[in-house]
């Protein structure tokens, strides 16, 4: 899937994805379709609204 990232501000915290992730999930984690953890994508969802980045413009290490 994915290799571990550097973390950034815009990251949620373990509490936040807790909170967070029983509303996201409308499949499995390991669902053979999914190619990126959701965290992570959620992660990269976050980090262009925070900094108002376009999507190509999305640092490499994000999925």
Request: contains cysteine; glycine residues 4%; proline residues 11%.
């Amino acid at each position: 899937m994915s290799t571990t990232r550097k973390s950034y501000p815009s990251d949620l915290s373990d509490a936040e994805w807790e909170f967070l992730a029983p509303y996201l999930g409308l499949m499995p984690e390991d669902a053979p379709q999914r190619h990126y953890r959701l965290r992570e994508l959620f992660d990269a969802l976050r980090y262009v609204v925070k900094t108002g980045c376009q999507w190509p413009f999305l640092p490499n290490d994000f999925p």
